[in-house]
């Protein structure tokens, strides 16, 4: 007899004890379906907010890339002197202005895309330097007058940048 009451206890327990892990094994499913919502819909509102700020940020950077394009920037900035090496320092000095004006905008753009930027910009001053130590120039407007005859003949460093940036921020909004 005492057998029997355990047997039929255990057709009575059984069926309680797999509906029991059914109910659970759908209430963990439930809360993890719950919690992934959760992190999506979050994830779209900072995505939203945060959309325009790297817009923002790759435009500041286009036009950053444009003012240190040579032909643009020696265009722009007449010299003031006919010392050529005043000149250098004064065309170096407003590109080094313009990078710190747009430095905040490295923490809104891909790390590539921010070593391209700043390898732009080093290329571009590197550029004005090695060209102002030739010794065939010998006063301010040689120096822009060969400067911009050298960007005629290759593209700029700038240029690179921005084929570099039009792609990457088609590629996060395609």
Same mark, same amino acid.
């Given at each position: 007899?005492?057998?029997?009451? %355990? ?39 900072? !995505? ?28 722009? %900035? ?15 000095? !407003? ?9 905040? !905008? ?19 001053? !590197? ?48």
């Amino acid at each position: 007899m005492n057998t029997e009451k %355990i047997i039929e206890l255990a057709f009575y327990t059984l069926p309680a004890l797999i509906t029991g892990a059914v109910a659970y094994y759908f209430f963990q499913q439930f809360v993890v379906n719950e919690d992934n919502r959760r992190r999506f819909l979050l994830m779209k509102e900072n !995505q939203k907010d945060a959309l325009p700020l790297r817009l923002q940020a790759y435009e500041r950077l286009t036009l950053f890339m444009e003012r240190i394009n040579p032909t643009k920037l020696l265009i722009r %900035i007449a010299p003031i002197s006919q010392n050529k090496n005043d000149y250098e320092n004064y065309v170096i000095a !407003q590109i080094e202005q313009e990078f710190e004006h747009n430095l905040t !905008q490295q923490i809104y753009v891909s790390e590539e895309c921010w070593t391209i930027v700043m390898t732009a910009k080093n290329a571009t001053i !590197q550029m004005i330097r090695k060209t102002s130590m030739s010794e065939k120039i010998e006063n301010a407007d040689k120096l822009r007058e060969t400067i911009l005859n050298d960007t005629f003949d290759r593209p700029s460093p700038s240029s690179t940048a921005l084929a570099f940036i039009n792609s990457e921020v088609k590629s996060f909004l395609a």
